[in-house]
């Protein structure tokens, strides 16, 4: 166990390296010049190659990447290219931002949708599984941008319940945009609903027919034992990664919600980085954003070690015998030498 954690924290870090190295690359090949853009257009060649001595622009761009990583590992991105404020800082606070409309997502969202697809799975093709199937495929069927604007339309026009955009900055306190997360927080819980509600009614199909489970059923278990007991814990096994990729997803900013309701969170970050080619913001960000994904997959893997003991039984038993391999071999080596003239 100890040594896969150890294996999955080193291609973690590998794969967030890479990650940051990408997007790097793909920033410096964007046509265009920063410096011009903060300038203007009547800006004199001069003034602008004196703007990009003062950003550091006119360095190497392998050097840049090297001083940006050494600083990122120290917790220091730099400082943005447009405002000169740190990005640690905005950073932080746009992620904030975006955990206030991540939890209650996933709160209500996994909650309720594990419960309806245990329980559309346990119904199979009785009309109760046929309505919740319909309603999760329309939910998936529906983009993230006809549903915020239909919301918008029913909650903030036609019943004003909650406020249509997001009108406070990034430095709003939470007080003040608490009212502004619920239809952000609705768009998302639909969406992310809907494929766990799949994923979880297929796999509890799939285990209801298994043969621990007829074995459980002839042994007279109650019903609820059977479910909450055998059926569920392994039902649940393939739809912790989809459960961790959505909420990678959130926690590395939904670009399109945020930028329907104008929410200040980590996509609302990306697009005005992206857009004025803030390089450290858009660096922060990448991995930021890759950190998460990375750690809920990380966290669904042991998650799903410690619902099914036969992954555990497996990782011990591939060590061991490997370990029985290395002593037979060794022991082999050492008699073939011993019989040797």
Known sequence: MTRLIIRR??????TIILASLLVFLAIQALPGDV????????????????????????????????????????????TSLVSGDPVGPTLLLHFRNTLLIAIPTVLISVTLSILLGVFAGLRRNKWQDNSISLLSLVAMSIPEFMMGALLVLAFAIGIP?????????????????????????????LAMAAYVIRMTRTSTIDVMTSDFITTAQLKGLRESRVVLRHALPTALLPTLNVVAINIAWMLGGVVVVENIFNYPGMGNLMLEAVFNRDLPIIEAVAVVSASVYVACNLLADLTAMLLDPRQRLATGSSHKAKARAKAAGSQAAATGEGNQP
């Open 9 to 14: 924290l080193g291609s973690a870090v590998l």
């Open 161 to 189: 319940l909650f406020p249509a955009v997001v009108l406070d900055g990034p430095n709003a306190t939470v007080a003040e945009l608490l009212p502004s997360i619920w239809l952000p927080v609705i768009v998302l819980s």
């Open 35 to 78: 410096a011009q853009q903060i300038l203007g257009r009547g800006a004199t060649q001069e003034a602008i190659d004196q703007m990009r001595s003062e950003l550091g622009l006119d360095t190497p761009v392998a050097i840049r990447y090297i001083q940006w990583l050494f600083g990122a590992v120290q917790g220091d991105f730099g």
